[in-house]
Nanobody, 123 residues
Framework: QLHLAESGGGLQQAGDSLRLSCAAP????????VGWFRQAPGKEREFAAG????????YYADAVKGRFAISRDNDKNTVYLQMNNLKPEDTALYYC????????????????WGQGTQVTVSP
């Protein structure tokens, strides 16, 4: 069982930066690949970024590539999502999710989810 907690969301202006964190108290969190997904009002949940359990591979949706950077510190049991050059279309509820070992960009493959953190970007 994993308990994930996101933090770092907020209200930003276009062009600003924001860093989200996803923390889990369990030490075996380092055996889980992590994905960041987001859901905007009236839209389906979509994949944004992901990282392998070792942290040696990262994955990005085209919409965020070059602007977002995902990383992890397994000593701190935390995954980060650095979001730069934010755009109004990045406005969404951001969730982190974890799955054992192998990464996937399919939300249905993830077993554990956080409660989400809201990111709002004004023009």
């Amino acid at each position: 069982q994993l308990h994930l907690a996101e933090s770092g969301g907020g209200l930003q202006q276009a062009g600003d930066s924001l860093r989200l964190s996803c923390a889990a108290p369990q030490p075996y969190f380092s055996s889980y690949s992590v994905g960041w997904f987001r859901q905007a009002p009236g839209k389906e949940r979509e994949f944004a970024a992901g990282i392998s359990y070792k942290g040696d591979a990262t994955y990005y949706a085209d919409a965020v590539k070059g602007r977002f950077a995902i990383s992890r510190d397994n000593d701190k049991n935390t995954v980060y999502l650095q979001m730069n050059n934010l755009k109004p279309e990045d406005t969404a509820l951001y969730y982190c999710a974890a799955k054992y070992y192998r990464f996937s960009d399919n939300a249905n493959d993830y077993d554990y989810w956080g409660q989400g953190t809201q990111v709002t970007v004004s023009p």
